[in-house]
């Protein structure tokens, strides 16, 4: 049915009834590879049709022709493709001809898509009479598609040679940078930084001249910023913010931490902002990136799949943008062991906040267990902040089980056991019980028998721990733990708190660490 709509479709096309509509729909229909390949069969390699669409009157026209020439893959097609381009006097077509032919074989064209770009280069910035004539303006009177097709041509030449790949220089002491942690435990980050200046912020912690080595051992921070140099709020307007992140020489700064190396850096644009701006997120990014590319000249390169560094742009509350930047040249390995994953997966670097809070209360050598381990994060964590005993990881889950298996290696002594906690038992008492509690909505949380899931998992844990055992609780149910420790308590099980640390305040997550007594 599709093959022949689409042989219908081809027949119009030639006849030239409808051809703009009739072409669109080709392109929509051979996205599908199967019907690409049929397409191609009914073409029997004669271009001609499409080709002479090329020299159409509508625009529009040669531009879905030369996008639909571009899937035969066919190298008879890059010829008459590129001479449409560089006839082509419609900037909103030219890039879409370079699209067309960028999985052929172009590099016999190189030589002109090094001279188009840098025609394009030097007239940046020129200014155009308005057009009084009501006929095509000028190759230089609209900087966004000028800017798309310079992007495509610099897309084009890095792909035909090897990528180039910048190595991160600046070390000690360490540029200006904001560590994002935890919001409501930012002073579990701050305290482990010996080296430099630190002053904590709302969800991080500004270093000035810290020590990276020192930095990247500290396991409780999720994100590394660099705030460019001299960088002022932008405005969160596509243009705009291109000229003054231009100005802020955000190209400059990126060589600067690459010990001068030469672009171009690849980057992306993360945006985060309030709803009404990031309705808008793609389009802005877009323009952002098309300005920003034509200023730099080939310096940076906008590339949301193969990048080095993120341009992080942040809302302030008065609507303005603050701009930093993520790099990925410098390699973060802290979390390497983690392999495999399940959705319902602690994150590391909130396991290394839970252990780094614990520290004070645990001891070398303890026997742990986690008696809801999940992919093993937790007793990982536990190992990495202070070499344990013998550790044992039970979860009901049996693939969480062979992910936490990948995960753990060779690191510490840690069994897991695919087996419902309550069912549990074992020839010797833990020192440590440390783990984060089934949500709501899972089986094992339902209430049996009147008892609630918080009392039954400290009436079992009781037969499995050693005196003066400490316990340390991630939950979502703060209130239905410490309600679950006084009951205890009265069945002569003393669990009492010595902490209570809250991790997220919207869902209300906290860390509680108890000591345990038979009374």
């Not at 509508?58 to 030369?66: E, L, S």
């Not at 084009?156 to 560590?179: F, S």
């Not at 935890?182 to 430099?196: F, P, S």
């Not at 980057?267 to 997120?281: A, N």
């Amino acid at each position: 049915m599709a093959e022949s709509s689409l042989k219908q479709l081809y027949e119009h096309i030639t006849r030239g009834d409808e051809v703009r509509q009739n072409l669109i729909s080709v392109r929509q229909m051979i996205r599908d590879e199967s019907l690409r390949r049929k397409f191609m069969v009914l073409l029997g390699g004669d271009f001609s049709i499409l080709t002479g669409l090329l020299k159409d009157q509508d625009p529009k026209i040669r531009r879905n022709a030369a996008l639909i020439l571009g899937q035969a893959e066919n190298e008879d097609v890059l010829a008459p493709i590129m001479e449409a381009w560089r006839t082509e006097k419609t900037l909103f077509v030219r890039e879409d001809y370079l699209k067309a032919v960028e999985h052929l074989d172009y590099r016999p064209c190189l030589s002109q898509l090094r001279a188009r770009l840098a025609e394009i280069e030097e007239g940046e910035g020129q200014e155009e009479e308005p057009n009084q004539t009501g006929q095509e303006h000028s190759l230089w009177d609209n900087n966004k598609h000028l800017a798309g097709e310079a992007s495509q041509i610099r897309r084009m030449i890095e792909r035909a040679g090897e990528k180039k790949r910048h190595t991160y220089a600046k070390t000690d002491p360490a540029p200006e940078l904001l560590l994002v942690c935890n919001r409501c435990q930012v002073a579990a980050t701050a305290e482990q930084i010996q080296k430099g200046s630190v002053r904590m912020l709302k969800g991080g912690v500004f270093v000035r001249d810290g020590s990276l080595e020192e930095l990247m051992q500290i396991r409780t921070w999720s994100e590394m910023l660099f705030p460019i140099p001299g960088a002022r709020p932008i405005p969160a307007q596509d243009r705009e913010a291109a000229e003054c992140l231009h100005e802020m020489k955000v190209y400059g700064y990126l060589k600067y931490l690459h010990g001068g190396e030469e672009g171009p850096y690849r980057y992306r644009i993360e945006l985060k902002g309030k709803r009404s701006l990031m309705e808008r997120k793609g389009s802005f990014i877009r323009g952002l990136a098309s300005r920003l590319d034509m200023l730099e000249k080939g310096g940076i390169q906008n590339d949301d799949t193969d990048y080095e560094a993120e341009l992080r742009l942040i809302e302030r509350s008065d609507g303005t943008l603050a701009p930093m930047l993520k790099l990925f040249t410098l390699k973060d390995r802290r979390f390497s062991y983690r392999k495999a994953s399940t959705a319902q997966s602690m994150a590391p670097v909130n396991a290394a906040l839970v252990l780094r809070l614990a520290l004070p209360y645990l001891k070398d050598g303890a026997q742990v267990l986690d008696p809801f381990c999940g992919t093993g994060t937790l007793l990982i964590e536990r190992e990495l902040i202070l070499p344990s005993g013998t550790c044992y990881g039970i979860d009901t889950f049996g693939e969480a089980i062979e992910k936490a298996r990948a995960n753990s290696g060779t690191i510490g002594h840690i069994n897991y056991i695919n087996r419902n906690f309550f069912d549990f038992t074992h020839a010797y008492a833990f020192d440590e019980l440390i783990t984060e509690l089934p949500q709501e909505g899972s089986r094992i949380v339902e209430e049996a028998d009147g008892v609630s899931f918080e009392e039954r998992f400290l009436r079992k844990a009781s037969e499995l721990l050693s005196e003066d055992a400490i316990v340390a609780v991630v939950t979502r149910r703060p209130k239905a733990l410490g309600e679950a420790a006084r009951q205890a308590r009265q069945e002569g099980q003393d669990y009492r708190l010595l902490q209570k640390y809250l991790l997220n305040e919207r869902l209300g997550t906290t860390e509680l660490i108890f000591r345990y007594h038979r009374t």
